[in-house]
Nanobody, 123 residues
């Protein structure tokens, strides 16, 4: 089992920045990748960014490219999402997630999720 706890959400004005953190514990060695998802009220959960724990290779959804940066600390147990130039449409609950197998990572099939942290961007 892997436990994930997010922090760092808050309210900012458009153009501002936030850094989200996700502390992972438990069987983290079993995970191949970690990611951030978000869900706005009345909308489906969407993928935001992914990082492979071994290679550090990253992926970003088009809407956040150039503004968000996903990273891991050296111990690979804390996941970050640096969010710059925030827009009102970035407002959502942000979730940290982890997956184990390569197939699951490639297909965004994550089995571990945190409880989420709220990000609100005002215009």
């Amino acid at each position: 089992q892997v436990q994930l706890v997010e922090s760092g959400g808050g309210s900012v004005q458009a153009g501002g920045s936030l850094r989200l953190s996700c502390a992972a514990s438990g069987a983290t060695y079993s995970t191949n990748c970690m990611a951030w998802f978000r869900q706005a009220p009345g909308k489906e959960r969407e993928r935001v960014a992914r990082i492979w724990r071994g290679s550090g290779t990253t992926y970003y959804v088009e809407s956040v490219k150039g503004r968000f940066t996903i990273s891991l600390d050296n111990a690979k147990t804390t996941l970050y999402l640096q969010m710059n130039s925030l827009k009102p449409e970035d407002t959502a609950m942000y979730y940290c997630a982890a997956a184990t197998g390569t197939f699951d990572c490639n297909n965004w099939h994550y089995i571990y999720y945190g409880q989420g942290t709220q990000v609100t961007v005002s215009s």
